[in-house]
């Protein structure tokens, strides 16, 4: 691979790093696409494995304080887990087009009623009511297309969680995806220790770009957080329905 193309893979996992770094959120949007344009896209997605290993158990240890204990937290997680089970049969059960183009349009009225009523938030008692649907719909997404932070940061920023509880706690939900994805893309023979060697290599611009990305986000107030979110979902709706409509 000439180098050039080296230098552009390498500055995209690094901008994926700053993106996690500041959101907890955030790596494969940019670096999936960039990885794609080399590989296809099941190998970018395999690439990313090790990074997004060590990158929410780096974030979950460093945020560790910050977990909430609130009953929300686990049922959210534990819908995570029984989505990703839930996927396979999803999968079978509708296409993936119209999985990316519903979840697309959803998060993007979202989107627009949150522009329009910027103070509103999902209180306590019904965010733990929606918790394990919640979770369950986005280990779905996971485990049929590989896509569950349209519904999971979604569902999070609906809690108006500051910063410093939300990244712990998406970090969670991606890692506890990606330690049933590695043993099931095993058994399927998709993994190989060449992917495994470049996946490994991948973590060092993911990891080494984070810190300089959470510097720059102690500097933003809660509502250009907030925004910076909204503008995340937005890029993924748009995606996921463009995906879909092709």
């Known amino acids: 691979m000439p180098v050039t193309e080296l230098v552009v893979i390498f500055l995209c996992l690094a901008a994926g790093g700053l993106l996690k770094g ?60 029984i989505g990703v089970a839930a996927g396979t049969w999803a999968l079978a059960a509708l296409s993936a087009q119209t999985l990316q183009v519903g979840v697309g349009v959803v998060v993007l009225i979202y989107i627009g009623f949150r522009l329009l009523h910027p103070h509103w938030q999902l209180g306590e008692r019904a965010g733990t009511a929606s918790a394990a649907p919640a979770g369950i719909i986005a280990g ?80 933003l107030s809660p509502a250009v957080f907030d925004r910076i979110i909204l503008i995340l979902l937005g890029i993924l709706a748009i995606k996921l329905v463009a995906a879909g409509l092709v």
């Open 140 to 219: 779905v997404l996971q485990g049929a297309s590989g896509i569950s932070a349209p519904v999971s940061i979604t569902y999070l920023n609906a809690m108006r969680l500051e910063r410093a509880v939300f990244i712990p706690t998406i970090s969670t939900l991606f890692l506890l995806f990606v330690v049933v994805q590695i043993p099931a893309l095993a058994a399927a023979g998709l993994l190989s220790w060449k992917l495994i060697l470049i996946s490994t290599v991948a973590v060092v611009p993911v990891l080494s770009a984070m810190p300089l990305g959470t510097r720059l986000a102690r500097a």
């Open 22 to 81: 500041a959101t907890g959120a955030g790596t494969p949007v940019i670096a999936v696409p960039a990885l794609a344009m080399f590989f296809d896209v099941k190998t970018a997605v395999i690439i990313l494995l090790i990074p997004n290993l060590f990158t929410n158990a780096w974030q979950i240890w460093k945020y560790r304080s910050f977990l909430p204990r609130r009953p929300f937290v686990k049922l959210f997680l534990a819908g995570g887990v």
